[in-house]
């Protein structure tokens, strides 16, 4: 592979997962999440994106090692440390909400919304963070 087209593979790798969480989640602030069944589909959604850029992260990260792009490496290296570190916080706190919710709480689904809501805005912010690298990764041949 040329250096440009690991570029644009790595690209492509990266902002499919992101691209496609950034279209499905705001599907979420339609219905409310005091509804288990929706509550746990959003759940499902957040751990199976996490999962995702997990291993989109590392082969990315692994492809432009090898590619020899060293600092564009630890960019998305670091993309893929957060997946794997904020997975287990995320989700712990998701449940938490979910077994509040359960026990009666009347106000786990609002925070539960809020959590929603951050996570949107976490992948918002890396995915343009990611979309603003691509011409210095592009270039770092």
């Given at each position: ?18 691209g496609y969480f950034t279209l499905a989640s705001p599907a979420f ?113």
């Amino acid at each position: 592979m040329t250096p440009d087209a690991v570029a644009v593979a790595v690209m492509v790798i990266l902002l499919f997962p992101m691209g496609y969480f950034t279209l499905a989640s705001p599907a979420f602030l339609l219905v409310k999440l005091d509804i288990r069944p929706v509550a746990l589909l959003l759940r499902g959604m957040f751990n199976a994106h996490f999962l995702v850029m997990r291993v989109a992260g590392i082969v990315a990260t692994l492809a432009l090692l090898l590619d020899g792009r060293p600092l564009a490496a630890i960019g998305v290296g670091l993309l893929a440390v957060l997946a794997i570190g904020g997975r287990s916080w995320f989700m712990q706190q998701m449940d938490e909400q979910l077994s509040a919710s359960e026990a009666g709480d009347t106000s786990a689904a609002s925070r539960l919304r809020r959590l929603h809501c951050s996570g949107m805005l976490c992948n918002a912010v890396l995915l343009a963070a990611l979309l603003v690298s691509i011409p210095y990764i592009a270039a770092s041949a």
